[in-house]
């Protein structure tokens, strides 16, 4: 897969690019060995991914599989930022018809010249915005915009190369100057408390059903940690202090470990205090902290006589960036964000320490949904933090040792930075399967590694192999919490890790790992399809049976790489037709949505297929709300839209007001805006995806 190649041209390069253009904006990287080691096997070793591989063919000398491979993989971008600002890239998205048509049938649409421009734009908008502003070809390349040639592509692909060949020594001369503080992570990303006891996620999940083998891991938790912090010193000089334990995964008894191998702080989020203190650092209902001064300071962990500090993320600071800003302009986005630094220093103004606001996000998931990548948020937030009169930007191991913890807790909490426990990579079916074939598998190595019956080279692979399949990403993907389209390469992956654990032993593998662990849930879908054609009175009521056959999404049930921990006001989506109307339906959090939603909201229904059409629903006193209609930016007369806001909203709209007849598609996300500024949407990325219904539609689904 492409991903470390693609996020290290433009968020790995241009994270560490953008902090080397303001030296006297301090930072904390983390930089996980196994991520390192891809970048060093692309780099050094020459290695390609298929996306790569597909990349440098000539079109003409495609394989069959090629071409739909490039059909399907080669618009994985957010479209809006991505692909429809640039003329050329958005005319083939178009060609392409995701969602209409299958790839085999799509090819036959492009030509050869098609085909080499779609390879190089998949690339190109994969590089961060700050080298085009330093690299005048690059950005005369990209001006070009289509007739590329296979030449042209093959520069394109090494100056990709060359960039990625930047990473590993820019994050190190940063470092080396004093700017950055650079940390580490067990070396395959690893949940560490699950492998020192899976009997640990029943803390925060008492009901959980876990794998039928119970049995630890603590000898390969302490060789992660081992390797990732010596794998860390070889490459930048100096062993790391501090260490971001993946996912944030925390336990007690990690700690001496952790010691042990010369880390002196960890981080993870705010709910494992709130937890470890009994509530005493929580938030309420409204989000506001009980004891702020508390969350705001290191604490000391201890464990059979070792200790490490730990520093605690501001979860609803660090979800801003994450998820929110991103719909912000970049200056109102900065001073929302510095008011609030200001606002926790006058709320802990009674502490006798200086307050530390972790502010702790994925380096590279958000950006692709921001303008300009991020750019001009980050400019701006770095040049107003170095000349505040009162905030100062600092590495997290300078403040801990000038102010070093003084405050110990009593029992760490186990779990990890989402939802403070494990459940996304223990206690669904698929997940206990692969614990269960991890453990039979590392059994088998136990026993052969005693018996010295294999050369100390092959023992080692094997372990090598194990560790490999020991990574949390496998089981991250396993279960219905997370999906995209690669979910039975990742299935596929994991089994060849433990299978090469025996080739590497010169043996057989046995069968089972032959076998998918996956049991074919609906991979790729964030939501349902409808199973029958509604009928709906549009009322507002919550009637059960009007939308037993509807399509469902649910709210934080997203396909991306880390799921949104807040929980926003708009908790269900439905969806289907009824007759020739397209209905819909959202329910709200925390009560009815005309009690839950501000007066002055408006709920915008954005189409992207057919394109060019939007629904607006506001003034949610009134009998029924206010709808608007909008096709290409001008209103439609007698829409013959309805509407109806109570307990929850209802609304059809007829098809022919959106030009749309059986078997074409209906694309489609809800908006929710306040103050002019869109808050929420639904689904949180991609679209609702549905076709229109032919007549027969109930008599081929009863069939079905």
């Not at 005048?136 to 042209?152: C, I, N, S, V």
């Not at 990625?164 to 949940?191: C, K, M, N, S, W």
């Not at 964030?526 to 509604?534: E, V």
Request: proline share 6%; charged share 25%; aromatic share 10%.
């Amino acid at each position: 897969m492409p991903w470390v190649r693609l996020h290290g041209t433009k968020d790995y390069w241009g994270m560490a690019a953008l902090l080397d253009e303001t030296p006297e904006f301090h930072a904390t990287i983390n930089l996980v060995p196994s991520l390192l080691k891809q970048i060093l096997a692309y780099t050094e070793s020459g290695h390609e991914d298929t996306h790569l591989r597909v990349s440098r063919a000539a079109p003409d000398g495609l394989s069959r599989e090629d071409l739909y491979f490039l059909m399907d993989n080669f618009f994985m971008v957010h479209p809006e930022y991505n692909i429809r600002p640039y003329r050329r890239y958005d005319e083939l998205y178009r060609k392409r018809g995701l969602g209409v048509d299958p790839a085999e049938r799509a090819a036959k649409r492009f030509s050869k010249r098609d085909l080499l421009d779609l390879q190089v734009w998949s690339n190109l908008v994969w590089f961060h915005p700050l080298a085009f502003e330093r690299d005048p070809d690059l950005a005369e390349f990209r001006r070009k915009g289509k007739h590329y040639t296979q030449e042209e592509k093959k520069w394109l692909l090494d100056r990709q190369q060359a960039l990625l060949a930047e990473v590993i020594p820019l994050h190190r001369r940063l470092q080396d100057r004093g700017q950055v503080e650079l940390t580490t992570t067990p070396f395959y990303h690893p949940i560490l408390p699950l492998l020192w006891d899976k009997r640990l996620a029943r803390r925060a999940m008492p009901d959980v059903v876990l794998p039928k083998h119970l049995d630890g891991y603590a000898e390969d938790a302490r060789k992660q940690v081992r390797k990732g912090v010596e794998f860390h010193k070889r490459l930048f000089g100096k062993a790391p202090k501090g260490m971001w334990p993946s996912e944030g995964s925390v336990c007690q008894e990690m700690i001496p470990a952790l010691a042990e191998s010369g880390i002196q702080w960890i981080a993870t989020d705010e709910e494992i205090l709130s937890c470890s203190t009994d509530g005493w650092v929580s938030r309420d209902a409204n989000g506001y902290l009980r004891n702020p001064e508390m969350l705001y300071r290191p604490w000391r962990a201890e464990h059979r006589g070792k200790h490490v500090q730990m520093v605690f993320r501001d979860h609803a600071m660090s979800d801003q960036i994450g998820f929110h800003y991103q719909r912000y302009t970049a200056d109102h986005a900065v001073d929302d964000l510095l008011g609030k630094v200001q606002a926790i220093a006058k709320a802990t103004t009674g502490s006798q320490r200086l307050p530390l606001i972790s502010i702790i996000l994925d380096g590279e998931n958000c950006w692709e949904y921001y303008p300009n990548a991020g750019v001009d948020f980050l400019r701006r937030l770095y040049r107003e933090v170095i000349k505040h009169p009162s905030i100062s930007p600092v590495r997290i191991g300078d403040h801990l040792k000038a102010h070093p913890a003084g405050d110990r807790l009593g029992q760490l909490f186990p779990g990890s930075w989402i939802a403070h426990n494990f459940g996304i990579w223990i206690g669904h079916d698929e997940c206990n399967r692969a614990w269960d074939a991890l453990w039979q598998t590392r059994c088998h190595l136990v026993q052969v590694s005693a018996d010295k019956s294999k050369s100390r080279e092959a023992i080692r692979r094997a372990w090598e192999e194990l560790y490999i399949a020991e990574g949390s990403d496998w089981f991250w993907w396993f279960g219905d919490d997370h999906s995209s389209a690669q979910d039975t390469l990742f299935d596929r992956l994991f089994r060849s890790h433990l299978q090469n654990v025996y080739h590497a032993l010169g043996e057989t593998p046995p069968g089972a790992l032959t076998r998918p662990i996956s049991q074919g849930h609906p991979h790729g879908r964030i939501h349902s399809q409808p199973t029958g054609l509604l009928k709906i009175k549009v009322d507002g009521r919550r009637t059960y049976f009007e939308w037993v056959n509807a399509g469902r999404h649910e709210a934080g049930t997203g396909r991306g790489t880390m799921s949104l921990a807040e929980k926003g006001v708009l908790s269900d989506l439905y969806f289907g037709f009824d007759g020739d109307r397209l209905a819909v339906r959202l329910d709200t959090r925390g009560g009815p949505l005309v009690e839950v939603l501000q007066p002055d909201d408006v709920l915008r229904l954005v189409f992207l297929q057919p394109e060019g059409i939007e629904l607006l629903v506001q003034q949610w006193t009134r009998h029924p709300p206010l709808t608007r209609l909008i096709r290409d930016g001008a209103p439609v007369n007698r829409s013959a839209v309805r509407a109806a806001a109570d307990a929850i909203l209802e609304l059809t709209i007829p098809l022919g007001r959106l030009g749309a007849t059986t078997d074409d598609p209906i694309h489609f996300y809800a908006q929710l805006v306040r103050d002019d500024k869109p808050i929420e949407r639904i689904p949180a990325e991609g679209a609702i995806e549905a076709t229109v219904p032919s007549a027969d539609f109930e008599l081929i689904m009863w069939q079905a």
